[in-house]
Every structure is written in C-alpha cells, then in structure tokens.
C-alpha cells in the first residue's frame, strides 16, 4: 500500500476540479450512470487529452501511455473480458479499481432535486472488495501483462429516493459517487505482490474460515480470495480437515 503524499493528493485534487468545473457535472446529476469516478481517476492518473480514449485494434483504451494501456473500471469486471484477450498478448494493461476508504451517503429527491446532507457509512474500504470483480477474470490474473491498481479514496454515495420501503431507502438505485480526498493506492504488479493480503497471524495450513478471521471479511469472500490466490500460484490446497480445505502459502 502506498499511502497519498502531498504531491499525488494535489494531482488528485486537480483532476477532481477540472471536471466539477465542466457542464457535466452541473446539468448531469442523475444522469452521469457511475461516470464521475472513472472520470475524475481518468484525469488523475493521465492529464494529457490526447493520451485518453485512444483506439488500439477494435476497442478503445481509456489511457495509452508509452506503450501502455491502462482500464478504468468501477465495476463488473466481466464487460473487460474481450479487451483483455486482446490487449494483454501486445502491451501491458493496468485494470484501475476506485474503492471508498470512506463513504458519506447523501439521498436525492428525483421529485423536487433535492440532495439531503451526508451522513456517514460506517463500512470501511477493503482492499478485498475487488476479488468479487477479479473472480470474472480470473484467467488473466496471472499473464504477465497483467497489472492491477486499487485506488482508495473518501466518496460521496447519491442514492435516489426510490426504493421499495417506507422511507424509500431500501432498494434504492445508486444515482452517482462523487470522489472526495485521495487515501491511498495499491498496485500488483506480480502474483507475489497478492501476498501483501495474506495476514501473518495465519498458521501454516489454514481453512477459509481461518482466513477470513485473520483478514476480517466475511467468509463467502474470503473463499473467493483463496480461489484467485490459487489462480495466482502463492497459495494451494494441501488436504482437508473434517469437510473444510486446507490451504498453505507457495513458499517459492
């Protein structure tokens, strides 16, 4: 993990001006469909125009960069699937994955366009929320072109009162997530670097229930993450106990 420094805060805090500044953001609310985020990332991470949106055989990379592609996706890493079979054989290709370190959930009125003050969720940005993503794309992970960056930073939730319960929260649709300060980054770069997720405190050979403890997730997650660290080579089952797996860390 990288932690923000004054010089990657200002950047961040740039590209967040310059597209709150355009006619997008305000005449859009409620129409942007999730594009905030990946635009604001975007700028972050490439200023430069001319380096964005770039068409390299049949798709379009987000970023092209010194012989670079770089994919911006704020969920459902399945729609990556073909661009992948076709980028990761010539360059190398970073998927980019915005995460809430902090989350502040606002409620917008579709009636009247009114948007109530934040109010604070108390869950906590995992790093481990992009295995549920990285699962559809498994068979990619371990190419060597392959690169993955987690980008951490406090969010704004606009939610639409429209859902199904009396104070038409539950059920609600998302309506945008407006990025906020910049927390911190990781990057893989190598299956090895995945090992930076394996808490110390495990044993030698350890359940998913044991890791998930350790990690403190939930153990639905933490059998996905098992399954993606196997994909990668650091870890591989070594037997069983009673009816759960056991697992151990490749030490090589």
Known sequence: MTPANEEMKARFEAAKNEFYDSERLRDSIGVLSEKTVHAVVKRYLEPDMQKQEIKIGSYHADIFHNGEIVEIQTRNFGTLKEKLAAFLPEYPVTVVYPIPAVKWLRWVDKESGEISARHKSPKKGSPYEVFWELY????????????????????????????????????????????????????????????????????????????????????????????????????????KRGRSYLYRVVED
């Open 136 to 239: 559809k794309i498994k068979q990619f992970i371990k190419h060597p072109n392959f690169r993955l960056k987690l980008i951490f930073m406090e969010m704004d939730e606009l939610r639409f009162l429209d859902g199904w319960s009396k104070n038409k929260k539950k059920g609600s649709n998302r309506c945008d997530r407006l990025p906020g300060k910049l927390v911190a980054e990781y990057d893989f770069t190598c299956p090895q670097d995945y090992l930076e997720l394996i808490p110390y405190e495990l044993p030698d050979e350890f359940t998913v229930k044991d890791f998930s403890v350790a990690a403190k997730i939930h153990a639905e997650i933490g059998s996905i993450v098992l399954t993606i660290f196997m994909q990668t080579g650091i870890v591989e089952r070594t037997g």
